[in-house]
C-alpha cells in the first residue's frame, strides 16, 4: 500500500501542482513529488509519523494511569499491548520517545540530504539537536489527545451514558490528569470547572505558547531549528 501511494502521489502531485510536505512544526519536509523515491518516502514517512503518535499516545496514556492499582478491562489491554515497556521506569518512559526519535531522525538525515528535501547538518551536535527538537515536538500532539479526555469526561459528571469499561477508563484517566488542580476552588455549586480548567492549560502549554514562540521568533528572523 505505501508502495502504490508513492506511485499515486508521483502520478498526480505533478498535474495537481501538489508538494508533498510533511509538518513537524519546527521544520517542514518538502518532498519532490514528480520523481518516485521522494515520493516513496513521503509515503512511508507520512504513515510512520502517524505510527509513531498512535504508539506515543498510548504510552502517554499508560504513564498517566501508571499508578492505578486497580486497572479496569481498557486500562490492562492497553498495558498488554505496550508489553515491556509499560513496566519500564516512569523516566525512561518519558525520555524514550524524544531519544527513539531523535534517533531516527539521525538515521534518515544523510538520505532525506541526499534528496535535497534537508539541509545536510554542519556537525553531530547539529544533527543530534535537530533529532531532539523534532523529538520534542511529539509531545505537542498531546493537544489533540488529553482535552478529549478532558471534555468526555466533563460530559459523563452530568450524563449517565450506563455502565462501560471504555467510560470507566475516560473518567480514570481525566481524574488523574486533573490530580494536580485538587484542592483549586474550581467548584460551584454543582457545577465542576475543572475539565474545563485543565483543557485551558493544556492548550495553553502544548499549542498557543509554542505557537506564539515561534510567531515571534520568525518576525525576528529568528529560527528554532540548527542549521
Not at 24 to 40: E, I, T
Not at 125 to 150: D, I, K, R
Request: aromatic share 10%.
Amino acid at each position: 500500500m505505501l508502495v502504490l501511494r508513492g506511485v499515486l502521489y508521483q502520478q498526480i502531485g505533478p498535474e495537481a501542482e501538489w508538494t508533498p510536505k510533511l509538518n513537524l512544526f519546527v521544520v517542514v519536509l518538502a518532498f519532490r513529488g514528480n520523481l518516485f523515491l521522494p515520493a516513496l518516502l513521503f509515503s512511508v514517512l507520512s504513515f510512520a509519523r502517524l505510527l509513531i503518535i498512535c504508539y506515543f499516545w498510548l504510552l502517554a496514556l499508560g504513564f498517566i494511569n501508571g499508578r492505578t492499582s486497580t486497572p479496569d478491562p481498557v486500562l490492562k489491554l492497553l498495558r498488554q499491548h505496550l508489553g515491556a515497556v509499560g513496566r519500564w521506569p516512569r523516566l525512561l518512559q518519558v525520555c524514550l520517545p524524544l531519544l527513539a526519535v531523535a534517533v531516527l531522525w539521525m538515521a534518515l538525515h544523510p538520505l532525506l540530504a541526499q534528496l535535497e528535501i534537508t539541509g545536510r547538518a554542519r556537525s553531530l551536535a547539529h544533527l543530534a539537536g535537530q533529532g531532539l527538537l523534532v523529538g520534542t515536538t511529539l509531545y505537542l500532539s498531546l493537544q489533540f489527545l488529553l482535552p478529549v479526555f478532558l471534555l468526555l469526561h466533563l460530559i459523563s459528571s452530568y450524563v449517565y451514558l450506563g455502565a462501560n469499561p471504555l467510560w470507566e477508563f475516560v473518567n480514570a484517566t481525566a481524574r488523574s490528569l486533573l490530580a494536580p488542580l485538587e484542592g483549586l476552588p474550581l467548584r460551584v455549586a454543582r457545577l465542576d470547572f475543572a475539565p474545563v480548567v485543565g483543557v485551558v492549560l493544556i492548550l495553553l502549554l502544548l499549542h498557543w505558547v509554542p505557537s506564539l514562540l515561534v510567531g515571534r521568533m520568525a518576525q525576528a528572523n529568528l529560527s528554532l531549528w540548527p542549521q
